[in-house]
């Protein structure tokens, strides 16, 4: 046990010893010499706690106790063979521990970590690990931080890291002042590898920004293990454009490949280049992706719903003004929308016109919301049949970025619809589950205004409702009952489009429609009930998935054509959910409006200049929607159906984009006399501008690079004049592979330099969107970002085992690198030398894979308890002060309260022998009454004897002394024959009993009274 004493000058405070023996003395000179003496100790004694108590003084006891935390490297650097070997080791260091104070645990880690098990005291077998991590970067810093956090504060403890040493992330060493300062010490097992032939390519060197036709060159840096030949292709947005034989040299090379002006268009350029050589062993790093952005004429992405070739949107935006192209259009189909945020944003606009929600994946609807807010895209959606609400955008990513709201709540009047979905038992792989689950997407595309209803067949109570008809309020609720259901196998239609017919008849909605999944082996619905159906103007749409026979799926069709409702035959179960999404849009198409109306102007914006409100022709339809309570812009709107101002056209600002919506079609449905009105092109063309991405011409100089796991993006600031900007304030939004986003933070890092860095988390683009304000405070725009082609784990060709050299000696650790042997390591070790050296095996095994087989490694290699006994010191502060207070109390006690101390001990002498008198008169009557027993026990043998007078006998005064014995001998030599002679009767009252003590003492009392009365008369 040892103590610690943290602040010394609190021992000064003895200085005022003699004058609280000089104040004590005065003080207390009215109390006795006792009391006096009691308080002036009490008060030596207070003193002395509180300067313990300020001086912080703690205690620690020493424990035998030994922690090894084993720290497992699991990263992609890793070789497969070296990991399993490691595994190995550490379950054979464990099997020979001695179970006598000791614990163990394991963490493994890669960019994070996690614990395996910890403070674990008895053996187990590591058969496998649980833990997923992320494997594409090694942050052993953190690692090492996390594993001394983890260890206890009593007694040796010990981390044993099995690495390659090959961090990307964080700084070990820094990691190790903390482990020295708590006595940790850390023991290293090096995973050694080393590739003799390895090529790879480090970067690619691209300008971030160039000038449409406007050559440019990029710049391949490779390295290489030996001097070798290989192949170097270099793709343009995925088309092969150089494909060339080089030289590699051994160490770093490089090699300039020119891009001419004609391939240089407006947009984001992705380039990609790869090498091949046959002197190498890691794929994964032959291959390298970079992009640039191309300054030019603005690109617009076409996205078009309808099938039909009418481009009369498409040949107004993309019309020569003067010979001279003004902006390029690319149209497509919903199923070629781009997947990745970098295709996304060649475009500065993109246009979404009578596309369904069901066309699109959620992942691209989240790009497309990305690119908006963050990259300043613009964005249009155009009416049509299949857009806004009735094409299922409400809750979507899309809806978010638009200015206009799918749910229309706030009407005098509102249309609204009713859904019933009949499930059937689905017999495919997991088929109740899916039914579940596409039965409750399509109920959540439905408004609060529609109705939404689920019938299931039950096999006790047979066909009836789950869920009966009700409004869509508590989305919940409806979604849990879908989830404890289990449709059964119905034998027969009619029972449940019986009840759903009942259901849906008298509800108060504008569009009625059902929805049925079967294999169809059901009987088919009797004919009255389908003419009921059909007259109520109720649809049903049948879907057959895995039929018993084609008559099966041959009825359900015509179930679907005879209600006005469609029919699918589906082959692939994926294709359920865009098929119920689809058919719940159903009732959502009571949002479109048909009807000629002449269009308003409510507002004069950019978007319709050089219109005037008369000239503008009528539209003959629209979806209904209404504007965001976000600040928005209005220019046109309509008379509803209820006399409503139903919005034509809206725009507004979202994030760093803008976005349109214009609720009537650009086609010769609803905007039929659009086409030949004379400013259709030039409106259409005010549009697309307006909302095309914002870009500022600068000559500003961007870098982008990674360093230690993190992205870095500086910006060199230049004016026009050539001269730095110190002046500027930047904000970036970082938009990740996955679609989600993260707040770049920029810092002056010099004269007209900005930095800002970022977290990789993965291999893929990040595009950057970069927000600053100039001097006037306007508001102005860059984007740039960099490409991660591979994990920074595959630019190792060998292990860094001096890093973990450094970490073992900085604290006292070794470097077990003799338990791990394996031909292919750097360094050769001679076995039979180490043999020699090491005497802590009593026999050394070497299996076939060149590993050191462990059945008899004691416990004092890993295990070793070779450091002094650590303890944990525990303050002491809280117990003086604890005694302290409680003398205190006793001196006032003392010093105030009187007591005749002389008295005081007299009564609790006296009580005390009153006590002892007390406890042996109970111990003599104890011994009386247990003699009584025995004297029972021996009379209850004796023949013919009468307890009863024996107890009246034993009463008796007389017989308390000699003629006890007496009487009782007498009796034993009694027969049964012989009875005593009865005495005369002059004797009776002569044999009375002798009064005892106490009758004698009353009859002299009597006496007294008797004289004292007779003297007073």
């Known amino acids: 046990m040892s103590l610690y004493i943290s602040n010394y000058w609190a021992f000064l405070l003895l200085l005022f010893l003699p004058f609280v023996h000089y ?19 009490l008060r030596y004694t207070l003193l002395i706690l509180l300067i313990l108590a300020l001086a912080n003084v703690h205690v620690s006891i020493a424990s035998n106790r030994l922690s090894v935390l084993f720290v497992l490297d699991l990263s992609k650097s890793i070789p497969e063979e070296s990991e399993k070997k490691a595994r190995r080791f550490i379950e054979n260091s464990i099997a020979n521990m001695s179970v006598t104070n000791n614990e163990y645990g394991l963490l493994v880690f890669g960019k994070d970590a996690s614990f395996e098990y910890l403070n674990e005291k008895k053996k187990r077998k590591l058969k496998s690990i649980q833990s997923q991590i992320f494997k594409d970067q090694t942050d052993i810093a953190g690692a090492i931080r996390l594993a001394i956090a983890a260890l206890p504060n009593t007694g040796q403890r010990r981390i044993v890291l099995i690495s390659d040493g090959n961090e990307t992330i964080g700084d070990a060493m820094q990691e190790i002042e903390q482990a020295i300062s708590d006595e940790i010490t850390i023991d290293v097992v090096p995973l050694t590898f080393k590739n003799d032939k390895e090529v790879l390519i480090e970067k690619m060197l691209v300008p971030s920004h160039v000038n449409e036709g406007q050559s440019y060159e990029v710049t391949v840096v490779t390295s290489s293990r030996t001097a070798t030949t290989g192949s170097l292709r270099l793709f343009l947005n995925g088309e092969l454009i150089r494909d060339l034989q080089v030289d590699i040299k051994k160490g770093k090379d490089s090699f300039d490949i020119l891009i001419p002006g004609d391939w240089v268009e407006f947009g984001f350029h992705k380039l990609k280049a790869i090498i091949n050589s046959k002197d190498d062993s890691i794929i994964a790093n032959n291959i390298v992706e970079e992009f640039t952005y191309v300054r030019g004429i603005p690109k617009v992405l076409y996205v078009e719903g309808d099938n039909a070739n009418n481009d009369y949107l498409q040949r107004a935006i993309g019309k020569k003004i003067n010979n001279k192209e003004v902006m390029r259009v690319d149209r497509i189909s919903p199923e070629q929308v781009p997947s990745d945020i970098l295709t996304l944003n060649t475009y500065d606009a993109i246009i979404l016109s009578n596309v369904a929600a069901y066309e699109l994946s959620i992942e691209q609807m989240q790009l497309m919301e990305s690119a908006v807010h963050e990259a300043g895209v613009g964005l249009i959606m155009i009416g049509g049949e299949k857009s806004f609400g009735a094409g299922g955008y409400k809750n979507t990513p899309i809806e978010r970025a638009l200015p206009v709201d799918m749910d229309i709540r706030n009407r005098r009047i509102i249309p609204n619809g009713a859904l019933a979905v009949v499930l059937h038992t689905c017999e495919f792989p997991q088929g109740n589950a899916k039914g579940r689950e596409i039965c409750k997407m399509a109920i959540k595309k439905l408004s609060p205004q529609d109705y939404a209803g689920v019938i299931i067949y039950d096999y006790n109570k047979g066909a009836g409702w789950l869920i009966p008809p009700t409004r869509v309020i508590n989305k919940s609720r409806i979604m849990t009952a879908i989830d404890n259901s289990n449709a059964g196998d119905m034998p027969n239609f009619d029972p449940a489009l019986k009840a759903a017919y009942k259901g849906l008849v008298n509800i108060p909605a504008i569009k009625k429609h059902i929805i049925i999944i079967t294999d169809g082996d059901p009987s088919a619905p009797s004919k009255s009930l389908m003419n009921n159906v059909a007259k109520s103007k109720i649809s049903i749409t049948t879907i057959v998935i895995n039929p018993h026979s084609p008559g099966d799926g041959k009825f359900m069709q015509q179930i679907a054509q005879y209600t006005g409702g469609n029919f699918y035959d589906v082959t692939n179960v994926a294709q359920l959910p865009n098929i119920f999404i689809k058919e719940s849009m159903v009732v959502r ?17 950019s978007l319709v200049r050089g219109i005037s409100p008369g000239e503008i022709p009528p539209i003959y339809g629209c979806v209904l929607t209404i504007p965001k309570k976000r600040l928005v812009h209005m220019p046109l709107y309509i008379k509803g159906p209820q006399g409503d101002n139903e919005p034509l056209l809206v725009h507004g600002q979202y994030g760093l984009g803008r976005s349109v919506a214009f609720t009537s079609d650009a086609k010769n449905r609803w905007a039929k006399e659009w086409l030949g009105w004379a400013k259709y092109d030039k409106f259409w063309r005010q549009i697309v501008r307006w909302s095309s991405r914002q870009v500022n011409k600068n000559n500003f100089k961007i870098f982008t690079q990674i360093k230690k796991g993190k992205g870095q993006i500086a910006i060199d600031a230049i004016d026009s004049k050539g001269e730095y900007m110190p002046y ?19 810092k002056k890092t010099g004269v007209g330099r900005y930095q800002g860095d970022f977290a990789v988390d993965g291999v893929g683009t990040y595009l950057a969107s970069i927000v600053y304000q100039d001097k006037d405070g306007n ?13 920074s784990e595959y630019l190792f060709s060998k292990s860094n085992t001096q890093l973990l050299g450094q970490m073992a000696s900085a604290t006292g650790g070794r470097n077990l690198e003799y338990l791990f042997m394996d031909s292919n390591f750097d360094k050769a070790i001679d076995i039979e030398e180490w043999k020699k050296d090491t005497k802590s095996f ?18 004092q290699e890993i295990f070793l308890h070779d450091k002094p006994r650590g303890g944990q ?20 006690f003392v010093r105030r309260v009187l007591l005749d101390y002389q008295k005081l001990w007299q009564s609790i002498k006296s009580f005390s022998l009153k006590r002892q008198r007390s406890e042996e008169s109970d111990a003599t009557m104890s011994r009386l009454m247990q003699r009584k027993e025995k004297v029972r026990e021996k009379m209850s043998h004796s023949k013919g004897l009468d307890l009863n007078n024996l107890e009246k006998m034993g009463r008796d005064s007389n017989l308390r002394g000699k003629g006890f014995g007496k009487t009782i001998g007498n009796s034993e030599q009694q027969t049964a024959k012989e009875k005593p002679k009865p005495k005369p009767k002059s004797q009776v009252g002569k044999t009375q009993e002798a009064p005892d003590y106490t009758s004698r003492l009353l009859a002299a009392k009597k006496k007294t009274w008797e004289k004292d009365k007779e003297e007073s008369q």
């Open 23 to 41: 104040v004590s003395k005065r003080s207390l000179a009215g109390l006795s010499k006792f009391r006096r003496r009691v308080s002036v100790f």
């Open 842 to 859: 009593s026999r050394l095994d070497i299996d076939e894979n060149g590993l050191i087989e462990f059945s008899e490694l004691p416990e």
């Open 728 to 746: 500027l304030r930047m904000q970036g939004t970082l938009i990740k592979p996955d679609g989600n986003t993260q707040i770049i933070e920029f």
């Open 873 to 892: 010191p525990k303050e002491l502060w809280h117990i003086f002060i604890t005694i302290f207070v409680i003398l205190f109390v006793v001196d006032i």
């Open 779 to 791: 508001s102005k725009y860059l984007t740039t970002g960099l490409s991660v082609s591979f994990s």
């Open 589 to 605: 198409s009571t949002l479109i409006f048909e009807e000629k109306r002449e269009p308003k102007m409510n507002e004069s914006t």
